[in-house]
């Protein structure tokens, strides 16, 4: 009878998690042509960059802040459904702390009409807040150790006092690797989607949280939601809102879940995108010499003549691959 009780209430849970999924899926959806020709009568468009690929600057004046109703998809049925723990809670928070921030760099994008927005200094001092708030979520909160957990070798370091600087570099790298992806049509959103798959397996099927695998399926579903609009030829773009907000979103079910160093895996993708603007910027600036066509690393293709479609088609074939590898890593580092 307990067995039977056990597998009635993981049938709830499931439940429960395919419908916030599907109802942030729908909800994008649904406010999209809407929200799409809101942001076309109040002019918010898309400013490019100058130094960016010729073949973009057709797409400058395409509404943007699309992250708005992606994290209003997302919050809207979670908030519902939740049964209003900390760590969920605080991976919501950080995420849409992260969108302010990202919200405000595109508003001041638009309203100066310019490609830079929020000076580096303020986004750094607003990222250590929201990294110390979340530090103090994990460890008072939801009673985490500060520690990190290296599964290839089923081996765990102790950080003490060094706990916050590492959450703030788990933040502020996510955050930054998933921005630096947004620059195709679909690219951020749909790999997004894909490491957030992965996100509702460890908490849902591995740990058991099943208010995680809620917040994680609520964000999967708002992706899929708004690919519809954002795959190519993209209506809108997520802008700075939804690629800091869902940044901030990995970042935070990192650190509740304790993958830290697994999210190298798990987000592969954003890890290369990012690795290929450090490796052109240092070899630049050492032999003024260019590894790559133009970088993040996808511009490079671009570059190469390699479609559009194309490329956004295999790099999310590379992060399926890395979100597989990383989960089976997750799953034999429990057993």
């Known amino acids: ?21 599907t109802a942030s899926m729908l909800i994008c959806i649904f406010l999209g042509p809407r929200f799409i020709a809101f942001i076309r009568h109040r ?44 760590q969920p809670l605080s991976v919501l928070g950080v995420a849409l702390a992260c969108a302010a921030l990202g919200f405000a760099d595109d508003y001041m994008k638009i309203v100066k009409r310019r490609s830079l927005g929020v000076r580096a ?4 001092l607003v990222t250590v807040l929201i990294s110390v708030g979340l530090w103090v979520a994990a460890t008072k909160w939801a009673n985490l150790p500060p520690t990190i957990r290296l599964r290839f070798v089923d081996y765990q370091v102790d950080l003490g006092p060094f706990y916050p600087l590492f959450i703030y570099l788990v933040v502020a790298g996510t955050t930054s690797a998933v921005n630096l992806t947004d620059g195709l049509d679909g690219l951020a ?3 997004t989607a894909i490491t957030l798959l992965s996100y509702i397996g460890i908490t849902f099927i591995t740990t058991g949280q099943e208010d995680l695998a809620l917040l994680s399926a609520c964000l999967v579903g708002a992706c899929i939601g708004f690919l519809w609009f ?12 939804g690629s800091l907000g869902l940044g901030g979103a990995i970042a935070g079910l990192a650190i509740m ?13 954003f890890v290369i ?7 052109q910027v240092i070899s630049f600036q050492a032999w003024r010499k260019r590894i790559f066509l133009m970088a993040p690393i996808h511009h490079h293709f671009e570059l190469a003549a390699w479609s559009e479609t194309k490329i956004i088609l295999r790099f999310w074939i590379v992060a399926a691959a890395f979100s ?12």
Not at 11 to 20: E, H, K, Y
Not at 121 to 124: C, F, M, N
Not at 257 to 269: A, R, Y
Not at 324 to 335: K, L, P, R, W
């Open 230 to 241: 954002n795959s190519f030829p993209a209506q809108i773009f997520m802008g700075d809102t």
């Open 189 to 191: 959103a749909g790999c």
């Open 273 to 279: 995108e990012a690795l290929s603007v450090v490796i």
């Open 1 to 21: 009878m307990l067995a039977s009780a056990t597998k009635k209430g993981e049938a709830n849970d499931m439940g429960m998690i395919l419908i916030g999924g």
């Open 43 to 86: 002019e918010f468009g898309q400013n490019i960059r100058a130094e960016g690929p010729a073949g973009h600057q057709s797409k400058s004046g395409t509404p943007t802040l699309g992250g708005i109703i992606i994290f209003l998809a997302v919050s809207a049925p979670f908030l519902i459904l939740t049964d209003y723990k900390a």
């Open 257 to 269: 879940t304790k993958t830290e160093i697994l999210l190298i895996v798990l987000g592969g993708i």
């Open 324 to 335: 597989a590898i990383g989960f089976t890593v997750y799953q034999a580092s429990i057993h």
């Open 121 to 124: 200094r303020t986004k750094l």
